[in-house]
C-alpha cells in the first residue's frame, strides 16, 4: 500500500466553484503534513502546512483526522490561476525527508 | 527561492554513460534531498544528507550515488546511466523556522537517457 494516496482527477471544475481534495496516509507516526502545488514542468512549492484544528488561508481550508489518517484540502471560488496540481506530503518529524502522493490535478475553467 | 540551484536544467545522454547532478544551495541548510520525478508515480526520494558527508538511502537509491563534500554542494552521480532512469530530478532543502518545516525545491534537471 502506498504511503499517501491521492486520487489523480482531473478535477474540471468553474470558475468560482468550490472543490474539494482528499488525501490518507498509512504510517501512523507521521507528524508534520502539508499541502504542495506544482505548476507544469515546475518544482512543488508549499502552498499550507496542515493542523489539527484545521487552518485556512484565504481560499485555502486544510484538515487533518489524525483518528482516520485523512487530509483534506478545500479551494473555495476557485480562479484559473489554481490550475495546477495538489500534492500532499507527510514526514515523520522534522527533517525526515517528505512523502509525497502522486498529486491531484485542478484544472479550473472559464 | 531558498538560494537553490541545480545544473545542468536539461540533459541527453547515452546508456552506459556516468551522469553527475549537482545542487547548489547558499545559506548553509543542513538537510538536502534529491527526488526524481516520474508520471504515475508522483516524487519518490533517492537518497537525503543530513551534514557533510552525511547520507543515507531513500526509497529508489538503487543505480545512484550521492556526495557531500561541503554543506552546499550535494551531488547525485548515476554511475551508469540506464533508460529507466529518464526522469525530472529534483533537489530540496528543509528549512525550520517558527516550529514548522519547509521544504524548497530546485527547478529540476529533465535527463533524458537514449
Known amino acids: 500500500r502506498k504511503e499517501v494516496e491521492q486520487d489523480p482527477g482531473p478535477f474540471n471544475v468553474p470558475e468560482g466553484a468550490t472543490v474539494a481534495f482528499n488525501c490518507t496516509y498509512s504510517n501512523s507516526a507521521s507528524q508534520s503534513f502539508f499541502w504542495y502545488r506544482q505548476d507544469c514542468r515546475k518544482e512543488p512549492k508549499l502552498l499550507m502546512s496542515?493542523?489539527?484544528s484545521g487552518n485556512e488561508d484565504g481560499r485555502f481550508t486544510a484538515q487533518l483526522n489524525r483518528a482516520s489518517q485523512y487530509i483534506s484540502l478545500l479551494i473555495r471560488d476557485s480562479k484559473l490561476s489554481d490550475s495546477a496540481t495538489y500534492l500532499c506530503v507527510v514526514t515523520l518529524s522534522g527533517n525526515t525527508p517528505l512523502v509525497f502522493g502522486k498529486g491531484t490535478r485542478l484544472s479550473v475553467i472559464a | 527561492d531558498a538560494g537553490i540551484t541545480q545544473s545542468p536544467r536539461h540533459k541527453v545522454t547515452e546508456t552506459g554513460t556516468p551522469v553527475t547532478l549537482r545542487c547548489h544551495q547558499t545559506e548553509n541548510h543542513r538537510y538536502m534531498y534529491w527526488y526524481r520525478q516520474d508520471p504515475g508515480h508522483g516524487l519518490r526520494l533517492i537518497h537525503y544528507s543530513y551534514g557533510v558527508k552525511d547520507t543515507d538511502k531513500g526509497e529508489v537509491s538503487d543505480g545512484y550515488s550521492v556526495s557531500r563534500s561541503k554543506t552546499e554542494d550535494f551531488l547525485l552521480t548515476l554511475e551508469s546511466a540506464t533508460s529507466s532512469q529518464t526522469s525530472v530530478y529534483f533537489c530540496?532543502?528543509?528549512?525550520?523556522?517558527?516550529?514548522?518545516?519547509?521544504?524548497?525545491f530546485g527547478q529540476g534537471t529533465r535527463l533524458t537517457v537514449v
Open positions: 530540496a532543502i528543509s528549512v525550520q523556522g517558527g516550529g514548522n518545516t519547509e521544504a524548497f
Open positions: 496542515v493542523y489539527s
